[in-house]
């Protein structure tokens, strides 16, 4: 694997790949000594021109668990602000020793620009560009509901019959797509919820399904209910209903929580508003995989650096050494 760069163009055999590398990561992740000697000698670049928690340090705490040292770059109080280009922030960061480039940009299509340009030979990751993709995100939640289906060991499973229903802002979700994307690729049935202005136009291309009735589209029990967040920063106000309306027409409250089928689990990839897509009761209950989302996505991180920049050389069990 030489980049990471989207969920659209993965295969199911890559894609499987990954997550079944990042099942090895996870069982020595429940060692005393988390840490691996695989990527010593590495350098991963953090290159975040978005704000991030969860992803910009699961990226580091990955890289570090796998011996790799780390750089982050933050574009808030870089020289980005006396207008650095990025080719010439890339290169930079190259010049300094970058084996892997993990990018997060507000821009769609920046990492494939980054990875197809020439202008650096470190492998790129994107962690989430623009409106287009977060393709670790959707691994992670892929890799979360495979593992509440399947158990401890479900390497080689895929998610053939498996229902998500993925509820919010879906216009602007990178994190939508790509879940889309993943999912049917896996063979999960896979329902968009949103009001009508916050669908994409070209949704009718897309391997979904569109319900706009949130209580219809959870009559059904589905396995895994994905909730958005609604990115206020990224629309125009006139296409949002009132947080009122919005809670009370797509929220997940009590009465709904209660409503899904006994084995449904309850996700959201952060950050979560608390009162508008996500009550307290249903974001801090026994369904919700919020946190254990969060600790996979250290694992799959892992696994994806790991094929980035020994996979292909090792050939070995990523686990040897420890
Ligand atoms: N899920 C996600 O991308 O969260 P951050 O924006 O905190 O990285």
Known sequence: MRHLLDTKTLSR???LRILDVAEDMADTQQREVKKLPTLRGKTVVNLFFEDSTRTRISFEAAAKRLSADVINFSAKGSSVSKGESLQDTAQTLQAMGADAVVIRHGASGAPRTLATSGWITAGVVNAGDG????PTQALLDAFTIRKRRFGPDSRGRDLAGVSVTIVGDILHSRVARSNVWLLTTLGADVTLV??????PQDVSAWPARVVYDLDEAIAGGP???MMLRIQLERMNAAYFPTEREYSRRWGLDARRLEALGADSIVMHPGPMNRGL????????S???????????GVSVRMAALYLLLAGAESGDDPRAGA
């Open 223 to 225: 396995d895994a209910l």
């Open 286 to 296: 026994p369904r919700s995989t919020v946190l254990e989302q969060v600790t996979n």
């Open 277 to 284: 897509e996500i009550s307290a009761e249903a974001a801090d």
């Open 13 to 15: 055999a890559a894609a």
């Open 194 to 199: 949103a009001p009508p202005t916050l669908i």
């Open 131 to 134: 409106t287009h993709e977060h």
